[in-house]
């Protein structure tokens, strides 16, 4: 490939989830090219937890919404980029996610065929999505040779955010965190309620752990905060952080927490990248497509014969790919998890 002190630009994704499984492909970008510098793209939410990769050496904030064609900020930011980056690669496979590095007159330009933007990248690769069957391996496959990319067979490293101590002292403090085992609890999930495991269940779950002398906290955004109260609600022991934290604090909430039980989200990704023991919930998405990248996981699938339709909402009208999958279930997987956690330390 090209040489070690390459500048590289990288056009990041529009989702929380998204932008953590990017960090393999900076991993695999820096340990190729040790002295190269990583520049990305991204929306201003974004920003939070990319400053907590390592690897990322600039972090370009694009002012535009999602779903926002925004023409005026991206010639303004490529106006700044010019003569800044020898290659660029871009990971969304829409043709306005193409435009920054084309009018920066970045000289290499790779990405996937979408959208018809022949004239704005410069190698187009086919996407093959049986070899590329995760949305983890597209991205790395990006930052390889052709001939390795289409064959599959590279390695994928797992991500990994780095974790703020003297934050996750203030938080502690300012929410009033006990000194219990935290569990962490995920409701939420942008995409729609066919992801989304019922908050009454989450509320069980609760109940049955701060019964037990476990600390329960509900984290996710502003959206999930009536979510979050209801799960919380009557329980000593549980709070609704919901909307109360920053994307930041979250990363070390969940690394403090000794497990987690989240639907398929962007935060649960975030939770995979602190090493955290997931309880990954899976409804109409499929594990096999955006499983957490992390060994310490237990995916809760039903697999039944409708899933996975990838619908926001169940096209059936009886989501029983959630429905069907019960509180005892999960509460085992973690009574289990604990009890052998216990064998560990103590014994």
């Known amino acids: 490939m090209a040489n070690s002190n390459q500048r590289l630009l990288v056009i990041g994704p529009s989702w929380v989830g998204d932008m953590v499984m990017a960090q393999s492909l900076f991993m695999t970008l820096k340990a190729r090219q040790p002295g190269a510098t990583i520049g990305v793209v991204a929306p201003a939410w974004s920003q939070p937890i990319l400053e907590r990769m390592p690897e990322v050496d600039e972090v370009l904030p694009l002012a535009v919404s999602h779903g926002e064609f925004g023409l005026a900020s991206r010639r303004e930011l490529a106006s700044r980029l010019r003569g800044r980056f020898d290659r660029a690669i871009v990971l969304p496979r829409s043709w306005k996610a193409a435009l920054v590095p084309f009018m920066a007159r970045i000289p290499e330009r790779i990405g996937f065929l979408g959208e018809h933007r022949y004239g704005l990248l410069k190698e187009r690769r086919k996407l093959d999505k049986q070899v590329l069957d995760q949305t983890v391996k ?100 549980a709070h609704n952080l919901c909307g109360k934290t920053q994307l930041a604090d979250a990363v070390d909430l969940l690394a403090d927490c000794r497990q987690v039980v989240t639907n398929d989200s962007g935060l649960m990704h975030v939770a995979a990248a602190v090493g955290v023991r997931i309880h990954a919930l899976y409804g109409s998405s499929s594990p096999a497509y955006t499983p957490p990248l992390t060994d310490n996981a237990v995916i809760h699938y039903l697999a039944l014969s409708c899933s996975p339709c990838f619908q926001r909402t169940c096209p059936l009208g009886h989501t029983n790919c959630l429905n069907q999958l019960s509180v005892e279930q999960v509460y085992q997987q973690i009574h289990a998890a604990h009890q052998w956690e216990n064998v560990i330390v103590n014994g």
């Open 138 to 237: 597209r991205f790395v496959s990006l930052g390889l040779p052709l001939e390795e990319a289409v064959s599959g067979d590279f390695a994928v490293p797992k991500p990994r955010l780095q974790i703020d101590r003297d934050n996750l002292v203030n938080l502690r403090l300012t929410h009033s965190l006990s000194s219990r085992s935290a569990i962490g609890m995920m409701p939420g999930a942008e995409y729609g309620p066919a992801k989304q495991w019922p908050v009454s269940y989450f509320h069980a779950l609760a109940k049955r752990l701060v019964d037990e002398g476990f600390e329960v906290r509900v984290i996710g955004g502003a959206k999930d905060h009536p979510a979050g109260e209801e799960i919380a609600q009557g329980l000593s022991h």
